[in-house]
C-alpha cells in the first residue's frame, strides 16, 4: 500500500481558497487504474466524499460541491491537490486523501487527514 | 444520489460479544459496498470491500454480507481494539456516498 499525507494550510478566511495537497509515497500516481480521492469529515459527523482523479488525469466530483472544486495532479511531484473556492464556515472539516485500485473496490490507503478551519 | 441508511447509529456491547450492523441503500447497488473502521482522531480504514470481501490484514472475526439493497458487518467475538465508529459506503455510482455510521461502544 502507498502512503499518503495531506497538507496545506488550517486556516482559511471566508470567501477564500482552500488549497490542500497530497504526496503519495511507495508508490507512483500514474500507476495503472489508480484513484485518488479526496473525502472530508465535518467535526463529529460523517464522511462526504468530494471528488477523485484517475490515474490517466480523468476526475470526476461530487455535484453538491463541483461548481467550486478542482482536483489535480503533479506527476513530477507524485502529488495531487484540491482547491475548493469560495469556502464558508460549512466547509470547516478534516480533510483526507486516499487512493485505491479502481473506485469501486474501496479506499485502502488513507492519509492521516488535515484539520481545515474556516474563519475570519 | 444513492441514500445509504446504517443501523443502529450506536450500539453496547461487551468484549465477546456479536455485533450485526447493516446498511440499506436507497436502490440497488449489487455488490458495491465497502465497510470502514474509525477510531478517534485516525483515518477511516478498510476493512471489506465488494460486500463481503475481507482486506489483507483484517481479523477473520470481521464479516460482511449482502447484495441489492441491504448489506450486513457482523463483528464475532468483538475485541477491545473493534470499540470504533464503522461506516459503510457505496460504490455502485456517483457521486460516492457513506452511511451515517455506527457507533461500537463499551456496555
Known amino acids: 500500500q502507498v502512503q499518503l499525507q495531506e497538507s496545506g494550510p488550517g486556516l482559511v478566511k471566508p470567501s477564500q481558497t482552500l488549497s490542500l495537497t497530497c504526496t503519495v509515497s511507495g508508490g507512483s500516481i500514474s500507476s495503472d487504474g489508480y484513484f485518488w480521492t479526496w473525502i472530508r469529515q465535518h467535526p463529529g459527523k460523517g464522511l462526504e466524499w468530494i471528488g477523485f482523479?484517475?490515474?490517466?488525469?480523468?476526475?470526476q466530483y461530487n455535484p453538491s460541491l463541483k461548481s467550486r472544486i478542482t482536483i489535480s495532479a503533479d506527476t513530477s511531484k507524485n502529488q495531487f491537490s484540491l482547491n475548493l473556492s469560495s469556502v464558508t464556515a460549512a466547509d470547516t472539516a478534516v480533510y483526507y486523501c486516499?487512493?485505491?485500485?479502481?473506485?469501486?473496490?474501496?479506499?485502502?490507503?488513507w492519509g492521516q487527514g488535515a484539520l481545515v478551519t474556516v474563519s475570519s | 444520489d444513492i441514500q445509504m441508511t446504517q443501523s443502529p447509529s450506536s450500539v453496547s456491547a461487551i468484549v465477546g460479544d456479536r455485533v450485526t450492523i447493516t446498511c440499506r441503500a436507497s436502490?440497488?447497488?449489487?455488490?458495491?459496498l465497502a465497510w470502514y473502521q474509525q477510531k478517534p482522531g485516525k483515518a477511516p480504514k478498510l476493512l471489506i470491500s465488494i460486500a463481503s470481501s475481507l482486506q489483507s490484514g483484517v481479523p477473520s472475526r470481521f464479516s460482511g454480507s449482502g447484495s441489492g439493497t441491504d448489506f450486513t458487518l457482523t463483528i464475532n467475538n468483538l475485541q477491545p481494539e473493534d470499540f470504533a465508529t464503522y461506516y459503510c459506503?457505496?460504490?455502485?455510482?456517483?457521486?460516492?456516498?457513506f452511511g451515517g455510521g455506527t457507533n461500537v461502544e463499551i456496555k
Open positions: 459506503q457505496q460504490a455502485n455510482s456517483l457521486p460516492l456516498t
Open positions: 436502490q440497488g447497488i449489487s455488490r458495491w
Open positions: 486516499a487512493s485505491g485500485l479502481g473506485y469501486s473496490s474501496g479506499w485502502n490507503s
Open positions: 482523479i484517475h490515474s490517466r488525469g480523468d476526475t
